[in-house]
C-alpha cells in the first residue's frame, strides 16, 4: 500500500541526545535541516554544526561564514565550525572521517545529519560518504537530508511551528539568494512534502534515517553504486576502506574497498550482495523487500512490535531515542489504522445508502406499473434467434431428388 512506500504522517522530532549537522556549504544546512536543527535547539538538544568546505566558488569565502554564524542564531545553535576545505574539492580520507569521529565522540553526538547520496553537487555526495564512514566508526545514526535533489524518505519531521524561522535563517544567505532564490524552492521543497501529511501540517522535512551498522549497503541497495561507493583515494594499502581501520566488520571493509570500474562493482561485491539478499529476503523496508541485514530504516508497520516491546518495559530504565521513536512511530500507526478504519465506515454507509435507494425504488408504485414496459424492452433488446442451417448432406439429398 502506499503508506508502505512513503511515510503517511509526521514525527515531531527525530529523538536524539545530541546532533552533528555536516554541511558541505555554508547554507546547506540551514536549506536541508534547518527547521529540524530549530527544533533540537528549543528542545535543549545540543545542535553542533560543521561546514566542510569554505564556498569560496560562489562567494566570498569570510561573508559566507559570517552569513552561516546568522543563520545558526536563528536556529538557536551554538558557533558553526569551519573546516575551510577548498570549495568543491571535498574528498573522503582517513585523516577527515578521523576527525568527524572525534567530533561524534568528543561532543556526545548520537544522530549526524548529512546530505543525501542523491545530491549532484560532488560535496554533497563526499559528505554523505564522509557520514557514512563516520557512523560506521562510531555507531550513531545517520539522517540523510535533501538539497539539491529529493530523497526516498522514510521519515517527514512536521517543521509547520518552526518553517518561518527556517526560512528567516535562510534570509541570512543574501550573497546566495542573489544569484538564485534558493529560499522559494526550499520553501516549495518543504510544502510538497506535505503531499501524504494531514491538512494540519503545512511544511515538512524529509528524512532517510539509517542505523550505522551496514549502512553502506543499504545505500548500495537504494542508489546506484557510484553515488555512494569510496573514494578510490581512500584506501590503506592493503586495499580497504577506513571503515577497516576503524574496526569495521571484515566483511563490511571489503566490501567498501572494492574499486569501481566503469560504476561496476567487482564480481566479490555482487556476490557478497547477492548472498545477503537471499538470506535477509523478508526484511522489509518501506515497503520493499530488502536483502540487507543490520540497518533498520523506520518504517511505521515494521517498527509496532518495538513499540510494543518498549511499552512493556518498566519506567526505571528510562527513556532513550530509540524508545521514544518507536513510541511516536507507533501512535503515528494507530492514527494510521483510526484513518482507514473511518474512510471504511464511510464506504459502508455510502453502499448502506444505495442499497436503501434501490430498495424504496423496488417497492414503489412506479416501478410496479412500468414492469410490463421492462418486460416489452428485454424481448426488444434480446437478440434473435439464428435458424437452424440444413446439412450439406441433406442439401445434396434434396437436390439429387429434384
Keep these: 500500500m502506499e503508506h508502505d ?30 527547521g529540524s536543527m530549530a527544533i533540537h535547539a528549543d528542545e535543549g538538544v545540543p545542535v553542533h554544526v560543521v561546514v566542510l568546505t569554505d564556498g569560496a566558488l560562489y562567494g566570498d569565502a569570510q561573508v559566507r561564514e559570517q552569513e552561516c554564524r546568522a543563520a545558526c542564531a536563528v536556529l538557536g545553535c551554538g558557533e558553526p565550525a569551519f573546516w575551510r576545505i577548498a570549495d568543491r574539492s571535498l574528498r573522503v580520507d582517513e585523516a577527515l572521517v578521523a576527525r568527524t569521529v572525534d567530533c561524534v565522540r568528543d561532543g556526545g553526538i548520537d544522530l549526524v545529519y548529512a546530505p543525501s547520496p542523491w545530491e549532484v553537487h560532488p560535496d554533497h555526495r563526499a559528505a554523505a560518504r564522509l557520514a557514512v564512514e563516520a557512523a560506521r566508526a562510531s555507531g550513531v545514526r545517520v539522517a540523510f537530508y535533501e538539497v539539491g535533489a529529493p530523497l526516498v524518505p522514510n521519515v517527514f519531521v512536521d517543521i509547520t511551528r518552526w518553517v518561518e524561522r527556517k526560512h528567516a535563517a535562510g534570509a541570512k544567505y543574501a550573497s546566495q539568494l542573489a544569484q538564485q532564490d534558493y529560499a522559494q524552492q526550499v520553501r516549495g521543497l518543504n510544502r510538497y512534502r506535505t503531499y501524504t501529511l494531514g491538512a494540519q501540517v503545512q511544511a515538512a522535512e524529509a528524512f532517510l534515517l539509517l542505523d550505522a551498522d551496514g549502512i553502506e549497503r543499504e545505500l548500495m541497495r537504494l542508489v546506484p553504486g557510484e553515488m555512494v561507493a569510496l573514494d578510490p583515494r581512500f584506501r590503506g594499502d592493503d586495499g580497504r576502506g577506513a571503515g577497516a581501520h576503524a574496526g569495521a566488520a571484515p566483511a563490511e571493509a571489503a566490501h567498501a574497498g572494492v574499486a569501481h570500474a566503469g560504476g561496476a562493482h567487482a564480481e566479490g561485491a555482487h556476490a557478497e550482495v547477492a548472498h545477503a539478499e537471499a538470506a535477509h529476503a523478508g526484511v522489509a523496508h518501506a515497503g520493499v523487500e530488502s536483502g540487507l541485514p543490520g540497518p533498520r530504516p523506520v518504517s511505521f508497520g515494521a517498527i509496532v ?98
Design 305 to 402: 512490535s518495538e513499540a510494543q516491546a518498549a511499552a512493556s518495559r518498566p519506567a526505571t530504565e528510562g527513556s532513550s531515542p530509540e524508545l521514544e521513536l518507536a513510541s511516536q512511530a507507533a501512535e503515528q500507526h494507530r492514527l494510521h489504522e483510526a484513518e482507514l478504519a473511518r474512510l471504511l465506515a464511510s464506504r459502508e454507509a455510502q453502499l448502506a445508502a444505495r442499497d436503501a435507494e434501490l430498495a424504496a425504488l423496488r417497492s414503489s408504485t412506479s416501478w410496479r406499473i412500468t414492469a410490463p414496459l421492462r418486460w416489452l424492452a428485454s424481448l426488444v433488446r434480446r437478440p434473435p434467434r439464428s435458424s437452424p442451417r440444413s446439412s450439406p448432406r441433406s442439401s445434396h439429398r434434396s437436390s439429387h431428388r429434384s
Design 5 to 34: 512506500l512513503v511515510p503517511y504522517h509526521a514525527l515531531a522530532r527525530i529523538p536524539a541526545r545530541a546532533v552533528l549537522v555536516l554541511a558541505p556549504h555554508p547554507d546547506d544546512e540551514t536549506f536541508g535541516c534547518g
